[in-house]
């Protein structure tokens, strides 16, 4: 292998990647999955309680909600605007705070509200809006609550919003696609278009157009992960960790690439294969939906070694001495698979001649 | 002379088909060797075995002395080889194409616009390939084949199915190379073209070679030595045709320019096609 005959066949993939409409698409995939998971996902599974506020005088209760995490709060400028906005479903709940209402209720007057619920809201978030207008009301007549309330969760964890929950998923995604993806693409490409006949009879060998391609795959990975990350602000936390993660994520994902890549004559038989054989890369995680299956059998996934790090970092705040040595094996993993490719170009190298 | 290229008793099977049976030659610096034959003679299975595409099943094969192999860069730095099917980076402009493959090859200051000029490519050269004819996209493989001024010259039906400017200009980089002291290996089913361009032909037949001998000397052989002369005028026209071999063949000619009235008078020497079918007993374009 020559690096420099290396560094120019990268170049040369660069150069022509961003005329391909795949190099493209890997690019811009973790803006695009993170707007897609984060915004409508969560918008359509994870809907925060929306609330409508007509204040025709001073009341202190606009700026209470304002306060408040977790719901959506908008204004109405007049009775009729926030009635369309609840009969449009724009909001679950409309308030109309008469002038006066904060000393009425100082005064203990048991001032009227009146609650104009959406008929499209969700019952969950009527319950929470109700308790939450009763508490928004007690602090402001300057009134404790008459316990203390201790949350626990049904598995004694901490609580994880969706948004958070999704980041693994949406690295893996990353990570499997632009891994995967990227070198595969890249070598069927050459076949495809008889150009990898004519980088043989050149002083470019086997070794160096497949490393070429595991490089650009390995390099695209790693930063469209890191951009993945940023995005969904999952680096505050170990960054480190979730670096070496990815690494190993890439080697692994790469190699496979790779091996797709000397098996596919052609585009069309590297979708296939993609379609078919994607499912045990990402097996791993039915066995976090599915708890109840023997864990034991996610380990055989050569995925596994660097998933269960990647979600156990991103969701249960692990460092990196508790991943390492599942991140040792996921290198390993990795490198056999790369030695596996060996064998494949050779054999890939006597089809294309014939 | 040192060969450029010596091959020894090259055999090469698809499965249980025999493509190509224990053939072996040599080529010289600066000569051009045709290797005649129609489709599916081997020809193509044996320049890919020559490139080292291919591993044959058995024999060896030496450019300039060291053994082919696809994994020896210094090798495969001396050979240049246009292939048969398209293969470039449609994506790519031609002069990027050429610029990208300069690099492979560790070449420094290497002038993309003299070898886009020799090949008619210049007013094209920063148009993507994929807007290329058929015969520009050939032209920029040849281009190519010689970007590293090749010591051994591989080209595989370069002119096949091109419109006759695009196959001039081919033929006249050949020679250039050839001129240059390049040593090229030229396979074709145009007897024509074989018969202009190359110094020794080889015909290649179900993968064995019948004969490796100059154009000349193959139809001194197989050729019949004679000339037919078309004599007479308007409609009073009648061809007379006379063996050369014949002693007197001499006196005939002269007395037949003398006292007739002559329109033309051709030489009968055989075609390589013909001498191709005399030798293997199938034509070229089957």
């Given at each position: 292998?020559?690096?420099?005959?290396?560094?120019?066949?990268?170049?040369?993939?660069?150069?022509?990647?961003?005329?391909?409409?795949?190099?493209?698409?890997?690019?811009?995939?973790?803006?695009?999955?993170?707007?897609?998971?984060?915004?409508?996902?969560?918008?359509?599974?994870?809907?925060?309680?929306?609330?409508?506020?007509?204040?025709?005088?001073?009341?202190?209760?606009?700026?209470?909600?304002?306060?408040?995490?977790?719901?959506?709060?908008?204004?109405?400028?007049?009775?009729?605007?926030?009635?369309?906005?609840?009969?449009?479903?724009?909001?679950?709940?409309?308030?109309?705070?008469?002038?006066?209402?904060?000393?009425?209720?100082?005064?203990?007057?048991?001032?009227?509200?009146?609650?104009?619920?959406?008929?499209?809201?969700?019952?969950?978030?009527?319950?929470?809006?109700?308790?939450?207008?009763?508490?928004?009301?007690?602090?402001?007549?300057?009134?404790?609550?008459?316990?203390?309330?201790?949350?626990?969760?049904?598995?004694?964890?901490?609580?994880?919003?969706?948004?958070?929950?999704?980041?693994?998923?949406?690295?893996?995604?990353?990570?499997?696609?632009?891994?995967?993806?990227?070198?595969?693409?890249?070598?069927?490409?050459?076949?495809?278009?008889?150009?990898?006949?004519?980088?043989?009879?050149?002083?470019?060998?086997?070794?160096?157009?497949?490393?070429?391609?595991?490089?650009?795959?390995?390099?695209?990975?790693?930063?469209?992960?890191?951009?993945?990350?940023?995005?969904?602000?999952?680096?505050?936390?170990?960054?480190?960790?979730?670096?070496?993660?990815?690494?190993?994520?890439?080697?692994?994902?790469?190699?496979?690439?790779?091996?797709?890549?000397?098996?596919?004559?052609?585009?069309?038989?590297?979708?296939?294969?993609?379609?078919?054989?994607?499912?045990?890369?990402?097996?791993?995680?039915?066995?976090?939906?599915?708890?109840?299956?023997?864990?034991?059998?996610?380990?055989?996934?050569?995925?596994?070694?660097?998933?269960?790090?990647?979600?156990?970092?991103?969701?249960?705040?692990?460092?990196?001495?508790?991943?390492?040595?599942?991140?040792?094996?996921?290198?390993?993993?990795?490198?056999?698979?790369?030695?596996?490719?060996?064998?494949?170009?050779?054999?890939?190298?006597?089809?294309?001649a014939e | 002379m040192k060969p450029a290229l010596l091959a020894e008793n090259l055999s090469y099977s698809y499965?249980?088909?025999?493509?190509?049976?224990?053939?072996?030659?040599?080529?010289?610096?600066?000569?051009?060797?045709?290797?005649?034959?129609?489709?599916?003679?081997?020809?193509?299975?044996?320049?890919?075995?020559?490139?080292?595409?291919?591993?044959?099943?058995?024999?060896?094969?030496?450019?300039?002395?060291?053994?082919?192999?696809?994994?020896?860069?210094?090798?495969?730095?001396?050979?240049?080889?246009?292939?048969?099917?398209?293969?470039?980076?449609?994506?790519?402009?031609?002069?990027?194409?050429?610029?990208?493959?300069?690099?492979?090859?560790?070449?420094?200051?290497?002038?993309?616009?003299?070898?886009?000029?020799?090949?008619?490519?210049?007013?094209?050269?920063?148009?993507?390939?994929?807007?290329?004819?058929?015969?520009?996209?050939?032209?920029?493989?040849?281009?190519?084949?010689?970007?590293?001024?090749?010591?051994?010259?591989?080209?595989?039906?370069?002119?096949?199915?091109?419109?006759?400017?695009?196959?001039?200009?081919?033929?006249?980089?050949?020679?250039?190379?050839?001129?240059?002291?390049?040593?090229?290996?030229?396979?074709?089913?145009?007897?024509?073209?074989?018969?202009?361009?190359?110094?020794?032909?080889?015909?290649?037949?179900?993968?064995?070679?019948?004969a490796v001998d100059t154009p000349d000397n193959l139809k001194m052989k197989y050729?019949?030595?004679?000339?037919?002369?078309?004599?007479?005028?308007?409609?009073?026209?009648?061809?007379?045709?006379?063996?050369?071999?014949?002693?007197?063949?001499?006196?005939?000619?002269?007395?037949?320019?003398?006292?007739?009235?002559?329109?033309?008078?051709?030489?009968?020497?055989?075609?390589?096609?013909?001498?191709?079918?005399?030798?293997?007993?199938?034509?070229?374009?089957?």
């Amino acid at each position: 292998m020559n690096i420099r005959r290396v560094w120019s066949l990268v170049s040369g993939d660069l150069r022509l990647g961003f005329r391909s409409p795949v190099i493209l698409w890997v690019l811009i995939m973790p803006f695009v999955i993170t707007f897609l998971m984060q915004v409508v996902f969560v918008a359509l599974f994870d809907p925060q309680p929306r609330i409508c506020i007509y204040n025709s005088g001073e009341s202190a209760i606009t700026s209470v909600f304002e306060r408040i995490e977790g719901i959506r709060l908008s204004h109405a400028g007049s009775p009729a605007e926030l009635e369309a906005y609840i009969e449009n479903n724009n909001a679950d709940l409309g308030l109309v705070i008469e002038n006066g209402f904060d000393q009425a209720l100082r005064d203990g007057r048991k001032p009227e509200l009146e609650y104009f619920f959406s008929g499209g809201s969700l019952a969950s978030n009527r319950i929470v809006i109700s308790l939450l207008v009763l508490d928004v009301l007690r602090e402001m007549e300057n009134r404790e609550a008459p316990v203390e309330v201790v949350l626990h969760t049904g598995d004694e964890e901490e609580v994880v919003p969706l948004t958070r929950k999704l980041i693994p998923a949406i690295v893996l995604l990353v990570l499997i696609i632009t891994g995967i993806f990227v070198p595969a693409f890249l070598l069927v490409g050459e076949k495809e278009q008889g150009t990898m006949k004519a980088l043989l009879v050149t002083p470019v060998t086997v070794s160096d157009i497949l490393f070429s391609k595991a490089l650009l795959g390995f390099t695209m990975t790693v930063t469209m992960c890191f951009i993945t990350l940023m995005l969904n602000g999952a680096l505050s936390g170990q960054p480190l960790a979730l670096l070496a993660t990815v690494v190993a994520g890439a080697v692994v994902c790469n190699a496979i690439g790779l091996i797709y890549g000397t098996l596919a004559g052609n585009a069309k038989t590297l979708y296939t294969l993609v379609k078919s054989l994607n499912i045990l890369l990402v097996g791993p995680i039915l066995f976090y939906l599915f708890t109840g299956l023997p864990q034991w059998i996610a380990k055989i996934f050569p995925t596994y070694w660097f998933i269960d790090p990647l979600y156990s970092i991103t969701l249960k705040g692990a460092d990196f001495s508790d991943v390492c040595f599942k991140l040792a094996i996921a290198l390993v993993v990795g490198i056999l698979l790369g030695i596996a490719v060996v064998p494949m170009s050779r054999r890939m190298q006597r089809k294309l001649a014939e | 002379m040192k060969p450029a290229l010596l091959a020894e008793n090259l055999s090469y099977s698809y499965g249980n088909l025999k493509a190509v049976r224990g053939i072996g030659f040599q080529l010289r610096p600066g000569e051009i060797l045709g290797f005649l034959g129609p489709n599916g003679a081997g020809k193509s299975t044996t320049i890919k075995m020559l490139t080292g595409l291919l591993t044959p099943d058995t024999g060896s094969i030496h450019v300039l002395g060291n053994e082919m192999s696809l994994d020896d860069p210094e090798v495969q730095a001396r050979i240049g080889v246009c292939f048969e099917e398209k293969n470039l980076y449609l994506n790519m402009t031609g002069r990027e194409n050429l610029i990208f493959f300069s690099k492979l090859f560790g070449l420094k200051n290497f002038d993309t616009d003299t070898l886009l000029r020799r090949v008619d490519l210049s007013q094209r050269a920063d148009d993507r390939v994929s807007k290329y004819s058929k015969g520009m996209r050939q032209r920029l493989m040849m281009a190519r084949a010689i970007i590293n001024r090749p010591d051994v010259l591989f080209l595989d039906e370069p002119t096949d199915g091109l419109d006759p400017v695009s196959s001039r200009t081919i033929r006249n980089v050949i020679r250039e190379q050839a001129e240059r002291g390049a040593a090229v290996l030229l396979t074709t089913h145009d007897m024509w073209e074989a018969d202009e361009l190359s110094d020794r032909v080889a015909f290649l037949n179900e993968g064995e070679l019948f004969a490796v001998d100059t154009p000349d000397n193959l139809k001194m052989k197989y050729g019949k030595r004679s000339v037919k002369v078309r004599l007479g005028s308007g409609s009073h026209v009648r061809e007379e045709t006379i063996e050369l071999i014949a002693a007197d063949a001499g006196d005939k000619v002269r007395e037949l320019i003398n006292s007739h009235n002559v329109m033309t008078i051709h030489t009968e020497e055989a075609t390589l096609e013909d001498i191709f079918i005399e030798i293997t007993g199938r034509g070229l374009d089957v």
